[in-house]
């Protein structure tokens, strides 16, 4: 068992149709995840990341008061990040394939920074990316 740790970014608001299936697309998968609420949502953001935390105890949840910098959002909640590996994912995203995040972890050459995933934005009618 590898000792190193990765942990998950996000930064939500009004992210109600899309956050549950982001962050059961790959918690399973992750040593902690940090969920930053900016600025206050209209919708069931925050409720559905409360129930998710009673689900999850690896899930975190911060507030930051949106000042209309999303940088100063970004960096504010890798500042909560602790693991080994640090990923970011956007509140509508999915993680493909999750067990790879471990996988990779725990075969990473000592000399590797960082690691570059695929993003695919949108699937047409025919399913391709």
Known sequence: MSSETIS????????EATIRSCIESFIDEVDQCAVVLAGE????TEEILKELQTQYKHLELYKFG??????AARNFCFSKLTGSFLCWVDADDEVYQPENLRKLVDNIAPEIGGIWFPYHYAIDEFGNV
């Open 66 to 71: 949106w000042c209309d910098d999303f940088a």
């Open 41 to 44: 949502s209209t919708d069931k």
């Open 8 to 15: 998950m970014g996000l930064i939500v608001r009004n992210a």
